[in-house]
């Protein structure tokens, strides 16, 4: 046997072994590994040792034995490596793993993608058109949005502690329902989720229309605009954890149901322990600053509408910060070994969760086949 015929005769177990250690360097909610294919794994590490040890008997070429050294690497590191789990400080999986995690799921960017593109569009259909609104949602739910508004803002303090607990228990039921409708399959979660943005969409295009009493309108996004950021992304982020999770449940991509479910749950926590803070966050803004009037606050330059914006604008900036300054910092440092197009392919194979092409490790292409 010639050495060009040994090295086709083996390339398909190189092959193969590069494939699976790939595999087993994800993370292990990503992986698609079977018990066969474990101990295949094992069975082909021993075999391509072999070859290694043999390569100056083989007489392969240079370029052959410097493939086989960095493969035998690679799948030592990955039958081997040390767990960094238990390392990684909660501070650090808060601020850091979490948002990475959640932007890096696909459902994420869909419930987003469809909560802001139906509330904007319900948005400006009922601002344009008085008619829109009133037969999405009835007249008699105008005239008591309408009636709520009017009336000017409370200034009790004690009354406000019992609302938060209330407001608490009112936009989670909202989340809830996304979270829970989600699962039976992800569509009715997102029938859920978009009928709760065309309706807040009508809303809010209603109360900036013209047909609207200013003294209501104006009332109505003081009170709306401080709270409104973190309520709304946590309704968001519910209805991508549900989604989440009922794609497991319908997608099980060859495993068992209930495996591919528990898999699903692992990717949907994040969302969900996000989603109860802000809440949690929202109902205390909701509570405590948005039917505030700080009377204490006249005669001087400052107003309670200019307190609620520069606190929406606070809000704002610190969900940016948190996703994409502190998410994406944690993606970068995670892939910053590789170089920038390597992470980016990396981010996005990692997004869509879906089987690509890789670049062997002897820098030709290998097509992977999904399973």
Same mark, same amino acid.
Not at 313 to 334: E, N, Q
């Given at each position: 046997m010639t050495i060009a015929e040994l090295i086709a005769s083996r390339e398909p177990d190189w092959r193969e072994l590069e494939e699976l250690a790939r595999e087993l360097h994800k993370p292990l909610f990503r992986r698609r590994t079977?018990?066969?294919?474990?101990?295949?794994?094992?069975?082909?590490?021993?075999?391509?040792?072999?070859?290694?040890?043999?390569?100056?008997?083989?007489?392969?070429?240079?370029?052959?034995?410097?493939?086989?050294?960095?493969?035998?690497?690679?799948?030592?590191?990955a039958l081997y490596r040390q767990?960094?789990?238990?390392?990684?400080? &909660?501070? =650090?999986?808060?601020?850091?793993?979490? +948002?990475?995690?959640?932007?890096?799921?696909?459902?994420?960017?869909i419930a987003l993608f469809l909560f802001w593109g139906c509330f904007l569009v319900s948005l400006y259909l009922a601002k344009t058109d008085v008619k829109f609104a009133e037969d999405l949602l009835g007249p008699g739910t105008i005239a008591s949005?309408?009636?709520?508004?009017?009336?000017? &803002?409370? =200034?009790?303090?004690?009354?406000?502690? +019992?609302m938060a607990a209330y407001y608490i228990s009112h936009n989670g039921g909202i989340g809830l329902k996304c979270f829970a409708f989600g699962i039976l399959g992800a569509f009715p979660g997102v029938f859920i989720l978009l009928s709760n943005a065309v309706q807040l969409g009508a809303v809010y295009g209603y109360m900036a229309g013209p047909e609207a009493p200013l003294d209501a309108s104006r009332r109505f996004f003081e009170f709306t605009l401080a709270h409104g950021p973190f309520e709304l992304t946590a309704i968001t982020l519910s209805a991508a954890a549900g989604m989440r999770m009922g794609l497991g449940l319908v997608m099980t991509r060859g495993y068992t149901r209930i495996e591919s479910l528990r898999r699903a749950t692992i990717k949907a926590s994040p969302m969900i322990f996000v989603a109860f803070i802000f809440f949690?966050?929202?109902?205390?803004?909701?509570?405590?600053?948005?039917?505030?009037?700080?009377?204490?606050?006249?005669?001087?330059?400052?107003?309670?509408?200019?307190?609620?914006?520069t606190v929406f604008?606070?809000?704002?900036?610190?969900?940016?910060?948190?996703?994409?300054?502190?998410?994406?910092?944690?993606?970068?440092?995670?892939y910053r070994s590789v170089t920038f197009g390597e992470a980016f392919r990396s981010f996005w194979s990692a997004a869509l969760d879906f089987r690509s092409d890789r670049v062997a490790i002897d820098g030709t292409e290998s097509s992977k086949s999904s399973s």
């Open positions: 079977s018990p066969e294919q474990i101990a295949r794994f094992s069975s082909l590490y021993r075999s391509v040792c072999s070859d290694l040890a043999l390569a100056d008997s083989y007489q392969l070429p240079p370029a052959t034995s410097a493939r086989l050294n960095e493969l035998v690497a690679v799948a030592h590191n767990r960094g789990g238990r390392n990684i400080l &909660f501070k =650090d999986i808060v601020f850091f793993e979490t +948002p990475r995690w959640i932007l890096t799921d696909v459902t994420f960017w949005v309408v009636r709520m508004y009017e009336r000017e &803002f409370d =200034d009790d303090f004690i009354e406000r502690v +019992p949690c966050v929202a109902a205390s803004i909701e509570a405590f600053v948005s039917p505030n009037p700080m009377t204490w606050l006249e005669g001087s330059f400052l107003s309670s509408l200019l307190i609620k914006k604008w606070l809000s704002t900036v610190a969900l940016l910060v948190y996703f994409f300054g502190l998410g994406g910092l944690a993606i970068l440092r995670r």
